[in-house]
């Protein structure tokens, strides 16, 4: 496709629920990473993947939040036992070799009721 | 926390006018700072970014600069219009295997037509 794409672009999910988040990055694009949003806050770094490898997952807030890039082009982010403070914005973001500019999806939009 | 800030949460400015969108950071082995800008709805789109061993750069009616003595990164719009109504982040890139991008927490712009 022509961009980063994510999906679904809404979730409503009950608390307690496990949830996943699907990114189809950039076709060619090596690094991808994962982005929380809160309303009203900047994009915070969750975690990095070059290719299939995690290279950084230490913005990941707990143990119930998990991500994989198995084959080194999807990602899904994984989050277990969903809690309300899970309720955010949730953004992929992939990136060519060598290059500075990460071009980002719409983000999923999760709430946890 | 972050390392990177921003001065004013919001700007307000008459639409023809140049607008200047400031932020401090901490990190002094960052080796870029980048320039997203974020439309309600959408994830961040890439605007400019700067080698830290520059002090200025310029694009299509914008221009970056920064100053490594007082940590301090600015973003001008010169000529800014409706559409440029939106809220900007500052980043930094940080080595961590490859390299990630940390955002602050953003300023929202507003043009008065």
């Known amino acids: 496709g022509a961009g980063v794409s994510q999906s679904p672009r809404y979730k409503v999910a009950k608390r307690g629920q496990d949830v996943a988040l699907r990114c189809d990055p950039i076709?060619?694009?090596?690094?991808l990473f994962w982005y929380q949003q809160a309303l009203g806050q900047g994009p915070e770094f969750l975690t990095y993947?070059?290719?299939?490898?995690?290279?950084?997952k230490s913005g990941l807030p707990s143990d119930r939040f998990f991500a994989e890039r198995p084959e080194g082009s999807v990602s899904t982010l994984k989050i277990q036992r969903t809690q309300q403070e899970d309720s955010a914005v949730y953004l992929c973001?992939?990136?060519?070799?060598?290059?500075?500019?990460?071009?980002f999806g719409q983000g999923t939009r999760l709430t946890v009721v | 926390g972050e390392s990177v800030g921003l001065h004013l949460p919001t700007l307000s400015v008459q639409e023809g006018d140049n607008s200047i969108i400031n932020c401090a950071y901490s990190?002094?082995?960052?080796?870029?700072f980048i320039w997203y800008k974020q439309e309600s709805g959408k994830g961040p789109q890439f605007i400019i970014d700067?080698?830290?061993?520059?002090d200025k750069r310029q694009g299509q009616r914008v221009t970056v600069l920064l100053n490594k003595t007082v940590k301090h990164l600015s973003l001008q719009i010169a000529a800014t219009q409706p559409g440029d109504s939106a809220v900007y982040f500052c980043?930094?890139?940080?080595?961590?295997?490859?390299?990630?991008?940390?955002f602050g927490a953003g300023t929202r712009l507003f043009v008065k037509a």
């Open positions: 973001a992939s990136r060519r070799r060598g290059n500075t500019e990460a071009f």
């Open positions: 076709s060619g694009h090596v690094s």
């Open positions: 993947f070059q290719n299939e490898a995690q290279l950084d």
């Open positions: 990190n002094s082995a960052s080796d870029y």
């Open positions: 700067i080698r830290s061993n520059m």
């Open positions: 980043a930094e890139n940080i080595m961590t295997g490859g390299f990630k991008t940390i």
